[in-house]
């Protein structure tokens, strides 16, 4: 387990607290269309986190080729239809590179900046020339106004939030407090009808232009916010801008 990180209910839990079997249940959003609408058709895409491939499928689904990266082999069992590799994000380096990088689930908002800088050399090392790169961000008010929770899965109260219809679950964000330089120890309860999991992480808030400061630092550049609160982001090598 990494440290600063946590995980507890049924099944495997990965070294940053995420649970195997949870992760298989979640339903995945939006993501695959906002995804296919901002790459070209068929691109191969290295997927960096790919967990049990809530995301990968869906892909595949749409006519692209992915290459799932996650340092939980126990993850990865549950991927089907993809190249796998098991390794941790910030020491992959596959001699390869890829039309389209991925790094989603928030992970470029890890708590130790050293680790944030293994993840954004790892994009540049893999984006082929032209490609680019897709970024999650943590949304607005992320760590504030906590507790609160969100229903899935069944039928939602007013606006999405409070108590979850027997047939789905609750998503409950419990706390976020601080730990020093920055850094945030978020807790997060997963409660089902027949199971709880619990996950606590380690994450660093970034402003928008805290954010964009990090992607200089590793070479890349905002290319396009591509969903309205800009949890989204389409980057591009520097070196590639400046070639145009």
Do not use: K
């Amino acid at each position: 387990m990494r440290e600063g990180y946590e995980g507890t209910g049924p099944g495997a839990i990965t070294p940053d607290g995420c649970a195997v079997e949870l992760y298989s249940r979640l339903p995945i959003g939006q993501e695959p269309d906002i995804i296919a609408a901002a790459v070209p058709a068929g691109a191969h895409i290295l997927e960096l986190g790919s967990g049990v491939g809530r995301m990968t499928h869906p892909l595949l689904e749409r006519g692209f080729t992915v290459t799932a990266v996650d340092e939980s082999a126990e993850m990865l069992e549950r991927v089907q239809g993809a190249r796998t590799i098991c390794s941790p994000i910030e020491d992959l380096d596959l001699g390869e590179t890829f039309d389209v990088v991925m790094l989603a689930s928030f992970l470029v908002h890890a708590g130790d900046i050293e680790v944030r800088r293994g993840l954004l050399r790892t994009c540049v090392r893999h984006v082929a020339p032209g490609g680019s790169v897709l970024i999650q961000r943590e949304g607005e008010n992320y760590h504030t106004n906590l507790p609160r929770e969100r229903s899935e899965m069944g039928v939602p109260p007013a606006e999405g939030w409070g108590r979850v219809d027997p047939s789905g679950f609750t998503v409950r964000m419990v706390s976020a407090e601080p730990v020093g330089d920055g850094v945030n120890s978020v807790r997060a309860e997963y409660v089902f009808p027949d199971a709880v999991w619990t996950q606590t992480f380690l994450a660093r808030p970034l402003t928008q232009d805290q954010f964009e400061e990090a992607l200089a630092e590793a070479g890349l550049r905002v290319d396009s916010y591509l969903t309205p609160d800009r949890i989204w982001v389409r980057a591009v090598p520097v070196a590639a801008t400046a070639a145009e």
